[in-house]
């Protein structure tokens, strides 16, 4: 292994169940349907996985909330976790790119008027 990092950007991941606690909104079908389709910034909707080891619910990715990590911790962890999920590609590029549009979202002081016609 190459250790060319000191720091990792790390993010919290929350059940679906728990999430919905945050909000109403998230509750609904169609507050989960937006978190499905990518339309809540912020958050990103990861699948459930049913393999016979790994049982694990709807997951959501909080991009709001990102934290520096050494990088020596998070090779501690993975080591002393052992076997445990990983996203493959294409899901695992789904992510990056979730994260890269809202990290990058410019937001205008004046936006365009809507046309009348």
């Known amino acids: 292994m190459q250790k060319k990092l000191d720091l990792v950007l790390v993010c919290p991941i929350w059940p679906l169940k728990e999430f919905e ?3 109403d909104f998230f509750k609904s079908r ?6 499905r389709q990518g339309n809540v910034p ?3 909707l990861l699948n459930k996985c049913n393999f ?3 049982n694990k619910d709807y997951l959501v ?3 709001r909330s990102v934290y520096s990590v ?3 911790f998070i090779v501690d962890l993975a080591k002393k976790k052992g076997k445990r999920l990983r996203l493959l590609p294409p899901y695992r590029e ?3 790119q979730a994260f890269a549009r809202f990290f990058i979202r410019v937001g205008l002081p004046v936006d365009i008027p ?3 016609r």
């Open 61 to 63: 990715v909080d991009f």
């Open 42 to 44: 912020g958050y990103h």
């Open 21 to 23: 606690n945050r909000s």
């Open 70 to 72: 050494p990088f020596d």
């Open 94 to 96: 789904h992510l990056s």
């Open 30 to 35: 169609k507050g989960k349907e937006a978190l």
């Open 52 to 54: 016979d080891s790994f």
């Open 114 to 116: 809507q046309f009348d």
